[in-house]
């Protein structure tokens, strides 16, 4: 089952006590790599011109819930191309009330493999326009 789950290096990279490359595993290695997906801009990797998320196409839209539910289906959209190991079970979005410039989007999913079920918690950060 662990060859399911995953294993590879860990983000961002780093070096370990041991002097080897980081890694991370398991349900740890699903999240980092989501993370992956949301932080890519589509277009951004030359070879895989497709990988990531469209969210950022919204770097300078308005703080509004047109915005919010392009939010939430975008990042939809890319995990359920990108990550086989989860089964989303809600995404949702809000505004950060500290922060006008951020959406905090919360994606509830469970790995296939474990029934696990977990919440990450993705900062989104836009360029507000000078009056919102």
Not at 49 to 78: K, M, R, S, W
Not at 109 to 121: G, K, S
Request: glycine content about 6%; proline content about 6%.
């Amino acid at each position: 089952m662990s060859d399911i789950l995953g294993r590879g290096w860990a983000f961002p990279v780093a070096i370990d006590g041991a002097g080897q490359v980081g890694l991370a595993e398991h349900s740890e290695d699903i999240a980092q790599a989501m993370v992956i997906i949301l932080s890519t801009r589509k277009g951004e990797r030359v070879l895989r011109p497709e990988f990531g998320c469209q969210i950022h196409d919204l770097l300078f839209a308005p703080n509004d819930a047109n915005t919010i539910g392009l939010a939430i289906y975008y990042v939809e959209q890319a995990l359920r191309m990108w990550e086989p190991r989860i089964r989303l079970l809600d995404v949702s979005a809000r505004p950060d009330p500290a922060s006008s410039e951020r959406l905090e989007i919360a994606v509830q999913y469970e790995i296939r493999t474990t029934l696990d079920r977990r919440t990450l918690v993705f900062p989104f950060y836009r360029i507000p326009a000078e009056r919102e």
